[in-house]
């Protein structure tokens, strides 16, 4: 592929929010793609060392892109790292950061990518919560547009301080983005209710708690599951939260049971509706 410096697009889509951040506020983030798909994050060699962990909308200093690209780089020490922010005194603020694997760019939802570049995986993070719901799907399928195919999208809303968030997961299969679950995270610091969530349900799903909606359906769902449930309390929190998603499971609900998903406090929806495959070019 012809190198270039020239970016895939000129103008950086949607604009500045609010830049407000925190030390570690996206660690679990990173460790659930570890155990997600730590392959993604792993490979080397070819294009895969042109294909960046991007980490969008990093904030008012580069600190959840710099604790990323440490952590992520004891799976695979020469991962291409890439912060974008729609701020430029906040690309300034972090260029002093930048050394040959870790970049920071000014761009928006279109990546600031050069031709022989893409993404593997992209964190987007505290960013849509702040744009209207109707924008959420342009802003992903322009996000999608610049993954390589097999890559993630990892889409959400956290707390202040990432003790607990929710996102959407969705994977570039071919020319499209296919919606793979809707993913709820607690480091069980502030306790656990699977109503603690409701708050910070990505904007495609936070103004949906409405009757006969199904993402209301699932939360109900999820809180007679607890309920149900409530004897393993006793035996800590997080025996509490895998016996909600068994029981979550049992009335129908397709969840990732796999026991180191939810002994770490990560409840995969993988059944989540409303989410049809987006195309990512057009016809
Ligand atoms: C609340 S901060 C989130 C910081 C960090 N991701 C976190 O979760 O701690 C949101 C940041 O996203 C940036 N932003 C908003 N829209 C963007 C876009 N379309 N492209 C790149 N950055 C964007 C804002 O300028 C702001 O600095």
Do not use: C
Not at 94 to 118: C, H, I, S, V
Not at 136 to 155: D, T
Not at 159 to 173: H, Y
Not at 221 to 231: F, G, K, L, P, S
């Amino acid at each position: 592929m012809r190198r270039t410096s020239r970016p895939r697009s000129e103008r950086p889509q949607g604009q500045p929010t609010r830049g407000k951040t925190a030390r570690n506020r996206l660690r679990r983030v990173d460790n659930f793609l570890l155990i997600y798909d730590g392959e993604l994050i792993r490979r080397q060699g070819g294009a895969w060392d042109r294909a960046f962990f991007v980490d969008l909308g990093y904030g008012a200093q580069p600190i959840t892109t710099l604790e990323s690209a440490a952590r992520l780089r004891q799976a695979n020490p020469r991962l291409p790292v890439l912060g974008v922010e729609i701020d430029p005194e906040r690309v300034a603020v972090a260029g002093p950061y930048a050394d040959t694997l870790t970049q920071f760019r000014l761009g928006g939802f279109n990546l600031p990518l050069r031709e022989d570049e893409a993404a593997r995986a992209i964190r987007a993070f505290n960013v849509l919560r702040q744009y209207d719901a109707d924008q959420v799907g342009s802003a992903w399928q322009s996000m999608g547009r610049g993954l390589r195919p097999g890559g993630l999208l990892i889409e959400g809303t956290s707390d202040p301080f990432g003790r607990s968030w929710t996102a959407n997961l969705l994977r570039r299969v071919g020319d499209r983005l296919v919606h793979e679950g809707l993913l709820f995270s607690t480091n069980f610091h502030g306790g656990f209710e699977p109503e603690m969530f409701q708050s910070i349900l990505p904007k495609n799903y936070i103004h949906r708690m409405l009757p006969g909606e199904p993402i209301a359906d699932f939360m109900q769902a999820w809180q007679r599951a607890a309920r149900e449930r409530i004897a393993y309390r006793d035996w800590g929190l997080r025996q509490w939260f895998t016996a909600s998603a068994e029981a979550l499971s049992a009335s129908g609900f397709r969840l990732d049971l796999r026991g180191r998903l939810l002994q770490r406090g990560y409840l995969l929806w993988q059944g989540s509706p409303d989410v049809a495959p987006l195309p990512l070019f057009p016809a």
